[in-house]
């Protein structure tokens, strides 16, 4: 049973409303999505709270998925804080974090403010640190169809709409991601962030889609090296969002983490 409601949680960039959905018991786990929105966890959610018998927290970040996004909240760093509010007004212990893209750089980000809630983190084709060797495509120049075939390891898997060819109410909601996606994600990396690695002292999992080509498997590795103790999982036939076209590999990969 998946339950939805809107949490004020405060911080320092004030009172924000967020919307959760909370399914399943058990361990609890915090899945975080990525540019491509809320609506591409909620499978992964409902097969982890299935198969893992845990508790599945999925927020949605503040100005995705219709939702308001305040304007003092523009920075992925405020986007950790805000979690790490979530997880205390929740009163959740040994929380396992997992994010895909944007949401693996939260998640890099939660671990770093080191709080006591969180007991290891998961990234899942992260974006965030610079590789001025491999860089992170510039998605914002992209097609949707570009965005496919850089996204998919078989681009006919991809669900990714032309917002033109939308109702105005869809349109809206994919227009505003997008919108969202560029306040707090920008160029995709903090050029201080793989040094700041470094610190992490909570177990790290750091598992990418062999044919990710918004960000590269080298790209992968040089965020595991960075991670003290880290470990890089490579996924076969998978792109940039595993938990949409290789949920089963992406479960493998997880399944001992999580437990």
Known sequence: MTTNSTL????TDGEIPVTVDDRGSGRAVLLLHGGAGPASVTGFAELLADRAGARVITPTHPGFGGTPRPTALATVAGLARLYAGLLDALDLEEVTVIGNSLGGWIAAELALRHSPRVSRVALVDAVGIESAQHPVADFFALTPAQIAQRSYNDPTKAVIPDPATLPPAAQQIVLGNRDALAVYGGVMMDAALADRLGSIDVP????WGEADRIADPDYGRAYAAAIPGARFTLLERTGHVPQLETPELLWD???????
């Open 8 to 11: 004020i949680i405060t911080t």
């Open 204 to 207: 790290a999992l750091v598992v």
């Open 253 to 259: 990969a997880l399944r001992e983490f999580v437990a």
